[in-house]
């Protein structure tokens, strides 16, 4: 069994900044990439940022240059700083895994319970 589990969302003001952090745990064989999703009230869950196992990194084009994600590969944990936050920014915040876990081995995404962002003054 493999969980996904975020921590460090919040109520932040404009302009201002917040750290997120998700820590993959369990019968992980091996991480294929990280990744950061947000979900706002009535839109789709679009994808914020993702990472390879590799440092291969991607961004959507609504954050770039706000927003940096890293890997700690040894801890199976990923983060999101996020810098300058816009009203917009405010969503449900996901961390998701693309790997394979033990004994199956067999390559699938997984999902953490997310994390409230709310951006407001």
């Known amino acids: 069994q493999v969980q996904l589990v975020e921590s460090g969302g919040g109520l932040v003001q404009p302009g201002g900044s917040l750290r997120l952090s998700c820590a993959a745990s369990?019968?992980?064989?091996?991480?294929?990439?990280m990744d950061w999703y947000r979900q706002a009230p009535g839109n789709q869950r679009e994808l914020v940022a993702t990472m390879s196992s590799g440092g291969i990194t991607n961004y959507a084009d609504s954050v770039k240059g706000r927003v940096t994600i890293s890997r700690d590969n040894a801890k199976n944990t990923v983060y999101l700083e996020m810098n300058s936050l816009k009203p917009e920014d405010t969503a449900v915040y996901y961390c998701?895994?693309?790997?394979?876990?033990?004994?199956?081995?067999?390559?699938?995404?997984?999902w953490g319970q997310g994390t409230q962002v709310t951006v407001s003054s």
């Open positions: 369990g019968t992980i064989f091996s991480i294929y990439t």
């Open positions: 998701s895994a693309f790997l394979k876990d033990f004994p199956s081995r067999q390559a699938q995404r997984y």
